[in-house]
């Protein structure tokens, strides 16, 4: 993935873990839901970034996991 993809893969990751500290914390309820509706709208955006990423790799599942490979 491109950097403009996984930029927006963590900003989205850090938003919505900042909703669920508020909401442990009992912040004011409209701080939450703004900050929630601002990482709903960020999923979203996030979604078609990751999905129209111009990624190319030569990986197949013949290779399993690149971490991990199969040995023939």
């Keep these: 993935m491109k950097d403009s993809a996984m930029f927006w893969v963590g900003a989205t990751t850090l938003i919505l873990l900042t909703v669920t500290i508020m909401a442990a914390m009992n912040f ?5 839901f703004y900050v929630t509706v601002i990482g709903q709208i960020m999923i979203v955006f996030m979604v078609y970034k990751v999905l129209t990423d ?19």
């Design 28 to 32: 004011p309820f409209n701080w939450v």
């Design 54 to 72: 111009n990624y190319t790799t030569s990986k197949t599942f013949k290779d399993f996991y690149e971490d991990y490979p199969i040995k023939e």
